[in-house]
């Protein structure tokens, strides 16, 4: 299991300045191991050989976005559940949207705070290392049922490795709200992560239905969502979903909400 002094890195930055600003940043924190690549491909070559801890890329590439190397690394077995933090200026969802749902650990802005950069490192090392600390009560997930609702399977996956590194291991899965419904309908589930933009059926339909409609109206609903629209969220919480976190999330928080969440089932 990585040290944060251990991390390897692998950055796409076309700014010869950037990446220096970076890479002096990471080396604040005490991180050597640091590949430059000025363009999306010459990283990808990279990657072919080599297993970096963490891709660190900007948005705009001269050969393709930051979006479009991610969803590359996902396309690729090798790298589904690598880790990617995204550096980038932007901030309109209409771009930074398809990053979060590639499964993203963390977006930065430019310019970034070596705290900011720490935090975004710290939550790369708490997925990668799971959790080292058990707590009293947590043998008893294993024979706890979740249920993930996402349009993004690798959201997904991102999730069922939080899940099943504090026990879960009945872990049942859905593309959205409507595929979601039978399997509430049939199986008795202790926990629900969803998301809120999914086709067909979104997130906040379907927390609505588990309240009004499901016979486990009282099962914990952690809504883990890129969607920043304040009055929608608040229409979920009205619909009366336990919690809200953003995506990308921090994978401490997660484990301290769900842990939250079953001891007051208990």
Same mark, same amino acid.
């Given at each position: 299991m990585p040290h944060p002094q251990h991390l390897t890195i692998a950055l796409a930055e076309p700014s010869s300045l950037q990446a220096q600003i970076i890479?002096? +940043?990471?080396?604040? /924190?005490? !991180?050597?191991?640091?590949? *430059?690549f000025h363009d999306g491909q010459a990283l990808l070559q990279h990657l072919q050989q080599h297993a970096p801890d963490v891709v660190i890329s900007a948005l705009y590439l001269p050969d393709m976005t930051g979006t479009e190397l991610v969803y590359a690394l996902r396309a690729q077995p090798a790298h589904l559940d690598r880790p990617f933090i995204l550096v980038s200026s932007e901030t309109k969802p209409h771009y930074l949207n398809p990053v979060r749902q590639a499964g993203a650990l963390a977006? =930065?802005?430019?310019?970034?705070?070596?705290?900011? /950069? &720490?935090? +975004? =490192?710290?939550?790369? /090392?708490?997925?990668?290392?799971?959790?080292?600390?058990?707590i009293d009560g947590d043998e008893d997930f294993a024979s706890m049922k979740a249920l993930i609702v996402d349009d993004s399977a690798t959201s997904r996956r991102l999730i069922r490795t939080v899940l099943e590194q504090i026990g879960f291991r009945q872990i049942a899965e859905a593309e959205d709200g409507s595929e979601a419904v039978p399997l509430i309908n049939a199986t008795h589930f202790d926990l629900v992560v969803t998301d809120y933009n999914m086709p067909h059926m979104d997130g906040?339909?379907? *927390?609505?239905? !588990?309240?009004?409609?499901?016979?486990?109206?009282?099962?914990?609903? =952690?809504?883990?969502?890129?969607?920043? &629209?304040?009055?929608? /969220?608040? +229409?979920?919480? &009205? +619909?009366? *979903?336990?919690? *809200?976190c953003d995506k990308p999330f921090d994978t401490a928080v997660i484990r301290q909400l769900v842990r939250q969440f079953v001891a007051e089932r208990v």
């Open positions: 890479r002096h +940043a990471l080396s604040e /924190l005490g !991180i050597r191991h640091i590949e *430059v977006i =930065l802005p430019k310019p970034f705070t070596t705290a900011q /950069l &720490d935090k +975004a =490192l710290g939550n790369v /090392l708490e997925y990668l290392n799971g959790d080292p600390t058990l906040k339909a379907l *927390v609505e239905y !588990i309240r009004t409609q499901s016979m486990q109206f009282t099962v914990p609903i =952690l809504m883990v969502s890129s969607e920043t &629209d304040q009055r929608r /969220l608040a +229409a979920v919480q &009205d +619909a009366g *979903v336990s919690a *809200v």
